[in-house]
């Protein structure tokens, strides 16, 4: 029953900053684990960011440090990636994923937002 809808995606340009929201609902959030995570053209799906809603503790990939920022608004149910200093690598599907903390795989998905970064 969990449902995550992603937004804020589009049309960019290079150096451009965008952050993308995910609306997280049916779920007691607070024992949960949110995740962003991307897929490019032709590649595999792979790990962004991520935040434990009980601490507000951030993981990122090690390529993502730096111009990647994961937050999250308690009140709003809601998930925020920050991206700045666009590049069009970082053009791809950019999906919201959930999890319960204990377990180890994620399970919730969003549809996923596009955003792509115009050279």
């Known amino acids: 029953q969990v449902r995550l809808v992603e937004s804020g995606g589009g049309l960019v340009q290079v150096g451009d900053s965008v952050r993308l929201s995910c609306s997280a609902s049916?779920?007691?959030?607070?024992?949960?684990?949110m995740g962003w995570f991307r897929q490019a053209p032709g590649k595999e799906r792979e790990f962004v960011a991520a935040i434990r809603w009980v601490t507000g503790s951030t993981a990122y990939a090690d390529s993502m440090k730096g111009r990647f920022t994961i937050s999250r608004d308690n009140a709003k149910n809601t998930v925020y990636l920050q991206i700045n200093s666009l590049t069009p690598e970082d053009t791809a599907v950019y999906y919201c994923?959930?999890?319960?903390?204990?377990?180890?795989?994620?399970?919730?998905w969003g549809q996923g937002t596009q955003v792509t970064v115009s050279s």
């Open positions: 049916g779920g007691t959030f607070t024992t949960y684990d």
């Open positions: 994923a959930a999890k319960l903390a204990i377990v180890a795989r994620y399970n919730s």
